[in-house]
């Protein structure tokens, strides 16, 4: 079946921007992740939802970042006024949402702030 | 605060010799642990993982052996190959967080030589 699914792949905007990032998890699975790799501090937990809660949002680096979730499906990680580091590959992940349950990837949407 | 804590790269192997990758954590429950692999221009994908004490995870000739005493878990290959040249990543989850969401490493980039 299909995997978790990312867009755009790619998102070049510039410094002061809003951006929207968009993920589809697997059919199915309850639990979604989104994390942030960079360069600077790797791959970091941004926010985690249950259905359409976000019971963890611990990750999120500043109130610029917000996410949410509807339908207990789709996902869209929002950054308003984006400032240039916020550049990062954005993964998404989800998984069926039981304890020791397997995460999967999406590919990722890579984000360049100018 | 939970961390991983892997070996810094890069590596690189001749073909057919033995590996071995790094990885310590600290953590405040009783973790989860994996390690993820990322091929050149794709996701992260789940290599092996192990959830308890002296638990062993072993997937395409990789193995890792979850090390309570040392808080270790090394990922080992007995003999790589050109395909195994990746990025590799460990992981934890800690159930006293209340979900799932993933501590990575810092990641380690492995060529293999032919």
């Known amino acids: 079946g299909a995997g978790v699914s990312q867009s755009p792949s790619n998102k070049v905007t510039e410094k002061g921007k809003d951006v929207e990032l968009r993920c589809d998890p697997i059919?199915?699975?309850?639990?979604l992740y989104w994390y942030r790799q960079s360069l600077g501090q790797g791959l970091e937990f941004l926010i985690y939802f249950q259905g359409n809660s976000a019971p963890d949002k611990s990750g999120l680096p500043s109130d610029r970042f917000s996410a949410e979730r509807t339908g207990g499906s789709v996902s869209t990680l929002t950054i308003q006024r984006t400032q240039q580091e916020d550049s990062a590959v954005y993964l998404c992940?989800?998984?069926?949402?039981?304890?020791?349950?397997?995460?999967?990837f999406g590919a990722g949407t890579r984000l360049s702030v100018l | 605060g939970d961390s991983v804590t892997q070996m810094e790269g890069p590596v690189t192997l001749s073909e057919e010799a033995f590996l071995t990758i790094n990885c310590t954590y600290t953590a405040t429950g009783y973790p989860s642990l994996f390690w993820y692999v990322q091929y050149p221009g794709e996701g992260l994908q789940l290599l092996l993982k192990?959830?308890?004490?002296?638990d062993k995870g072993s997937n395409k000739g990789f193995e890792a052996t979850y090390r309570k005493e040392t808080t270790s878990f090394h990922l080992e290959k007995g003999s790589v190959q050109v395909s195994d040249s990746a990025v590799y990543f460990c992981a934890l989850s800690d159930p006293d967080f209340g979900n799932e969401k993933l501590t990575f490493g810092t990641g380690t980039r492995l060529t293999i030589i032919p």
């Open positions: 059919s199915g699975h309850t639990a």
């Open positions: 992940a989800s998984s069926l949402g039981l304890a020791q349950n397997i995460q999967y």
């Open positions: 192990a959830t308890k004490a002296d």
